[in-house]
Each structure stands twice: as C-alpha cells, then as structure tokens.
C-alpha cells in the first residue's frame, strides 16, 4: 500500500492505495468524488479529465501515487458558494449536455482550453481540441455552442477586472 496525499479542490487529502490504483478510481473510490466518471480506462473518451496542478489531465492516464503532492481540481471544485462556474453556466445555458455522462471531462477540458487559448477560441479550435472528449448522445454542436459562449463570458470577466 502507497500513501498518496493531495490538495483536491484546495482541501489537503491524504489516503492508503495499492500502487496501482489509477487517479480517477482514489478520486472516486477514496475521496467520494464522483462527479470524474470512469468511461473507458484507456484515455479515449475524456470522461474522467481533471486539472493537475492547473492543466487538465485524463486521470485515467496516472497512477495515483504519481498524482502524490500535486493540486488537483475535480468538477466539484468549480463551483463556488452555490454559484455555477461560468462553463458550467453556459453548459446548462447552451444545452451543451444530454445525459450528463461525458459532462464532467468537457467542462474541465473546455475551462482548461479558454484559459490556455486567453480568450483567443474560435469553432474550429474548440471541435479540434474536444477530440480527446467523447459524447455518445452527439450533442457536440451545443458543446461546442456552450464553450465559445463560456469564452467570451471569461474574456469579457478578464477584461472587465482589469
């Protein structure tokens, strides 16, 4: 058994797993997390995208124990004070969901895109890098709708506090 310890969500964790348990199952299993799906265990379909000291990572793709000492942000900690963060926001506004599944891994993939790109998404880029997210129920065209929205809600936040 590894002892694993994270700050998840800005709260210091600490947990006991065998060494090859994979991020996603400790986020889920120990922490009770489980807004990060497990989909496929192969990083094809982007379900279980969390953001790994600020960048978004297939937690599937990473063991645990190698996670160990970095911050992570789960679905769960965007949200702030019962306020929807403004993906998650335009997710709901856009109808950028169906059944929810795929939801979790492209919000944080579209958050970790907008900040990244600073402000600079057009359509083309946002479908280019939702590749490595998969939506069964193929609602790809709110998604996409729902992440250049966010964008512009971000950028104009961005340019308003400055």
Do not use: W
Request: aromatic share 2%.
């Amino acid at each position: 058994m590894a002892k694993v310890t994270l700050t998840v969500n800005g709260r210091t964790v600490s947990g006991e797993c065998e060494d090859r348990t994979l991020l996603v199952h400790f986020i889920r299993e120990k922490l009770g997390l489980t807004g990060t799906h497990v989909g496929c265990d192969t990083t094809q379909c982007g379900a279980c995208v969390v953001h790994m000291d600020g960048k978004s990572i297939k937690s599937c793709s990473i063991l645990a124990v190698q996670a160990s000492g970095s911050s992570i942000t789960t679905i769960e900690g965007l949200s702030s004070g019962g306020e929807l963060h403004p993906v998650q926001a335009a997710f709901k506004e856009h109808h950028g969901l169906q059944c929810g599944f795929c939801t979790p891994g492209m919000v944080m993939t579209a958050l970790d895109m907008i900040c990244r790109h600073n402000g600079a998404l057009d359509e083309a880029t946002v479908r280019h890098e939702l590749e490595g997210n998969i939506c069964r129920c193929t609602g790809y065209h709110n998604i996409v709708k729902a992440v250049l929205s966010a964008n512009e809600a971000m950028t104009a936040g961005r340019q308003a506090a400055e």
